[in-house]
């Protein structure tokens, strides 16, 4: 089962622009994950929120967490084309360790 | 920079025969974690060690799947028989505590014909 939903599905870009993608969940959970797949290779971690905390930045990322309407948004500011991959939304829940995965925002940045 | 290491990276396989994942965690990274991908879905866990025991294993086909990591540090995944259902990228992680981010390998992608 997926608890995350991500939003929109696909997106497509210019380079420079900025991209949003937004994630739901159901339960309460721990901490929220972004992670990057680039097409065929494995995840790469890219930030981590914590339920506490309300924002979070790391270079041209941006993640902000709302625990009241348990929603999620990255934000990738002035995009490239090598920001072109799926993000995936990553929630641990409760006393559980476990990471459950959402089904991923495609984003495609044209040069 | 430590990776995550897994092989192969391809795999063919008619179905009812028996197939194995290889996955070399991290130095040091007490957590790891085997996960399918299905294309165009999320990961979903299939596996957690912490060390060599199994933390949770309630999505993995007990029927047909396996996994060990007998010496708390590399693991195998094993298939048998398999399926056409099983046709998916197969993900390894690890991580220091298991609370933290994942490290995440290359992947199997596996072909079940």
């Known amino acids: 089962s997926q608890q995350g939903e991500e939003d929109p599905q696909a997106l497509s870009i210019q380079e420079g622009e900025n991209a949003t993608m937004n994630c739901s969940y159901k339960?309460?959970?721990?901490?929220l994950q972004w992670y990057r797949q680039n097409s065929g290779r494995g995840l790469v971690h890219l930030i981590l929120?914590?339920?506490?905390?309300r924002e979070k930045h790391s270079g041209r990322l941006r993640v902000t967490l709302d625990t009241s309407k348990k929603s999620s948004s990255l934000l990738i500011t002035a995009s490239r084309a090598a920001d072109t991959a799926s993000y995936f939304c990553?929630?641990?829940?409760?006393?559980?360790?476990?990471?459950?995965f959402g089904k991923g925002t495609k984003l495609t940045v044209n040069p | 920079e430590a990776e995550v290491a897994q092989s192969p990276r391809y795999k063919i396989t008619e179905k009812s025969q028996a197939v194995a994942f290889w996955c070399d965690p991290i130095s040091g990274h007490a957590t790891l974690y085997w996960y399918r991908q299905i294309l165009g879905q999320g990961p979903e866990l299939l596996v957690q060690f912490q060390d060599e025991s199994v933390v949770d294993d309630s999505q993995l086909p007990k029927d047909r799947f396996s996994a060990e990591r007998l010496k708390g540090v590399d693991s195998t995944l094993k298939i048998q028989p398999a399926e056409l259902g099983d046709s998916a990228m197969y993900l390894c992680?690890?991580?220091?505590?298991?609370?933290?981010?994942?490290?995440f390998g290359p992947g199997t992608r596996l072909t079940v014909l």
């Open positions: 992680a690890s991580s220091v505590t298991g609370v933290d981010e994942q490290f």
């Open positions: 929120i914590r339920s506490n905390e």
């Open positions: 339960t309460s959970i721990n901490n």
């Open positions: 990553a929630t641990s829940q409760g006393g559980s360790e476990k990471l459950v």
